[in-house]
């Protein structure tokens, strides 16, 4: 079933369209082969969607980017290259929060689903976290802006972020990039009013991987 967006159905005139025809060209079909152009094509509809904060107009662009790729491409990559955003070029914390309002909006739509969060999330922000803080000192907390509100509505699950890290090639060198984001979202759970059980797991496994 259909969301219903604002304005419902028009009763009986014609509805207006949402954007100028000229705005909305016919959807271009070529196939997308590169991941530049992926994240070029991604980062656009984020930063369309932080101007205009429209969600028919991201869940449109998102819709004609997806069959120019294979399945489920198109879902990974949003997800990867929204997150570099969210640590790189956010101009401020309401931004990052833009954007994760913007991954739930595809979630509950049906555009994204948790198994698009599994691979993006290690390789785009998990993966070279040790190398990422020393240009990003703010990281931690970029990133658990968005990872508490995802968690907080079980799309990442922090057993499986922890085993992200300890498989991550830095961890067993220097854990500490790993407690500092648990301890990042730990306290953006408290800030968000996640469930008890939720900022207790992630207490649990900062303290855990500062003891190992």
């Known amino acids: 079933g259909g969301r219903g967006g604002p304005g419902g159905r028009g009763g009986g005139q014609a509805a207006t369209p949402p954007t100028p025809p000229m705005q909305r060209a016919a959807a271009d079909t070529t196939p997308i082969k590169s991941r530049d152009e992926w994240k070029r094509k991604v980062m656009a509809l984020v930063d369309e969607w932080l101007e205009l904060k429209s969600e028919e107009e ?20 949003m997800v990867e290259f929204a997150l570099e955003k969210v640590m790189e070029n956010c101009k401020n914390d309401g931004e990052r929060l833009g954007v994760a309002q913007l991954l739930i909006i595809m979630i509950n739509s049906g555009n994204l689903a948790p198994v698009n969060f599994d691979g993006p999330v290690y390789m785009s922000a998990v993966e070279y976290l040790s190398d990422l803080v020393i240009d990003i000192p703010t990281i931690f907390s970029n990133l658990a802006i968005v990872l508490a509100e995802l968690i907080k509505i079980d799309v990442v699950e922090l057993p499986k972020l922890r085993a992200q890290c300890e498989k991550a090639p830095w961890f067993a060198e220097d854990k500490s990039p790993a407690v500092k984001l648990f301890e990042a979202i730990t306290a953006k759970l408290k800030a968000i009013s996640a469930t008890s059980d939720q900022i207790g797991n992630a207490q649990t496994i900062t303290v855990q991987m500062a003891g190992m």
Not at 58 to 74: D, I, N, Q, S, V
């Open 58 to 77: 991201a869940e449109l662009t998102f819709t004609e980017l997806r069959p120019r790729g294979k399945p489920g491409e198109a879902a990974d990559n």
